[in-house]
């Protein structure tokens, strides 16, 4: 698939990528393209994306590259950081106006799920103690009426209809009367599905608008919206000044990239998503989750958000400093193991490391039980043999080894072998790391 | 007006701002540069990602045309736009496009939600009846609120029956009856209606395979066809809703909608390369009337904003 191979490209270009202090020019370029074919295959329109790249391939250049992280990966966190600043940090949900009813205005293409969606918003705002009315103006498409009074009644929620023979400007004026007698304290105004470039569906838009001066005028988009998404949220935003945007059908497994598209032209907020085909299936927008979506490289984040979280730099600093003394300890071994502990799972940990083929995984099967093990027999030795492994050529002290860790001798004897191996691994990368901390992941544990 | 210019017309008028601007740009380089440069290709490769073709498949046509370039020693830029043209062309003509049509036909619509699935259904209702076919509908969405009444209108609009039971039944066993009184009435064309269903919902595709098999074990004489409705504005996704649709009840065409707005609809190239998917009509509008048959050529040609 697409994405197994972006992912694989990816990963080459950290390859290439590595133990730099500094990003320079190179780096970020190479690294870029990546990022801009991820988001041109999610969607994000070519314009947006050409603007993005080079604002924050700017702001990449020359930045440090943190301890934990290689130079890709780097390139990479700021990409986030700056695909969620694009996207809003906040979540942000209804207005409502002081002077009841608060009216929100739909407004979209056809298909996008605006009558789906005022079911689902009534459903969430009566949720939350308000008493929603449910006010259908799509006099064109057949059954449109029936749709949004079936769906209020499956609810529970009043609806407002005059039929498809009446002016929907006067349907939605008379529907926000009828709230206020009634004590309907929201308006959902359910409209047509309209093509941007339609101007007399348009126009009706606007004399809607102006009839009620609704509070919210919302911008329904299908999340699988491709590059048109900037045409149709420019038309509409010019014409209506909308106050935010809700993102359909995101159960989908579209990479949603309209959503940045969207967000990019108008500047308005994505206020809600519809995640599913139940009416429930609502939820407030979150900005951060949908960057890594779009940005489709999930698995690189979490691994950047565990290593900065996790990895003690202190501890590291001190460890390089040691490996390249070559007084790697048993201690050093067991600190070692509890900040990868402290990650998660190895087996994922390992999955997640840009550039680790995952054929290559197989035969190393790290069994998160057998750390344990490994812990046990390490502590159930005696100071002195932690810091002179040599001692433990001795057999009665590997017996009580594996007595006091309630293990057996040979695997006492394996886990001898391991750090033995690893202390040879440190003898060999401390030859290759003359400058220590330099944007590598000192996390030597491919014990076999 | 003619029915062709009518459909003329209609793309043109659906032209965006923008895609002006993006033509006018490259007629401009053709214009200025007397040499075939990069920066025409950027500009060709630009148009064709608007247009939703995806990286992949913008990357091989562009290479393509590279090639055919130097290979037939191209040396007029004004030459570059009209052989890309052909390349896109010949891999949506590849294989037979005109719809292959015969009588009694069952037609499967199937597609993701708000793609106008029943919309398509009505046009092709209508198209079918004023050739003379006797036509039935079955109204096969029974989960989405007012969808049978919503075919119910446009069968009544149209005359022709429909085949229904409440909200909420088995879909299956909707188009099992409507198989039955299409053999019993001797309809030449049975239209089934489908709910919206995303892709990735293993339970909804599940749904349509059984759907998909009785109707293969109920009605194996008739002329199946399985059609899957793309909305023109769908971006890469559609891919993905090809390869599963596909694989769920085999589909033998798509049905590419709503292309009189400024959605370009690229994506059908991507899909006719890598899944060999033919497109058989397209949606230019809400009119019962309003539904043509694919021709690659005006589709290539309304791609570039160049249509005459």
Redesign the interface.
Known sequence: M?FESLTNKLQETFKKLKGKGKLNEKDVKSAMREVK?AL????V??KVVKEFVSKVSERAIGSEVMESLTPGQQVIKIVNEELVSLMGNDESGINFSKTPPTKILLVG?????K??MAGKLGQYLSKQGKKPLLAACDV?????I??????AS?LKLPSFTMGDKNDPVDIARASVSYAVKNNNDVVIIDTAGR???DQDMMNEIVNIKDAVEPEEILLVV?S??????V??AEAFNEKLDITGVIL??L?????G??ALSVRSVTGKPIKFAGVG?KLTDIEVFHPDRMASRILGMGDVLSLIEKAQETIDEKKALELSKKMIKQEFTFDDFLDQMNQVKKMGSLNDLMAMIPGIDKSMLKDVKIDDKEIAHIEAIIKSMTKEERKNPLLLKNGSRKKRIALGSGTKIQEVNKVIKQFEEGQKMMKQFSGMMKKPGKGKLKLPFSWK | MSKEKKFFSKLL??L?K?RYTVTSRVEELLKLSGSINDELYDELE?IL????L???STTEIIDKLKSKVKEEKINNPSEVKDVLKGIICDILEESENKPYVKFPMIILVVG?????KTTTIGKLASKFKNEGKKVLLAAGDT?????I??L???GNDIGVDVIKQH?GSDPAAVIYDAMQAAKSRKVDVLICDTAGR????KNLMDELKKINRIIEREYPDSFKETLLVL?A??????V?QAREFKEACDITGIVLT?L?????GG?VVAIKEELGMPIKYIGVG?GIDDLQEFDPSSFVEALFGDVK
Not at chain 1, 109 to 113: F, Y
Not at chain 2, 112 to 116: A, L
Not at chain 2, 260 to 264: F, S, V
Request: charged share 25%.
């Open positions: 697409a074919l041109l295959e999610a969607d329109n070519y293409l056809q298909g996008a799920g009558t789906t064109y498409r057949p059954a449109a029936k749709q949004l009074q079936v769906v499956q093509l941007q470039i299908d699988m919206t491709g590059q048109d998404a045409n149709v359909t059908k159960d989908g497994d579209s990479r990239g309209a085909e | 008028s659906g965006s923008t630009e990602i608007t247009s939703d995806g990286v992949k993701v939600n708000g793609v106008g989960f989405r609120a007012a969808a009444d919503q119910s209108i446009w909200e995303l892709h990735n919902k909305d504005a769908t971006g890469q996704n559609a993905n709503k009189d707005g400024t959605a370009k994506i809400e």
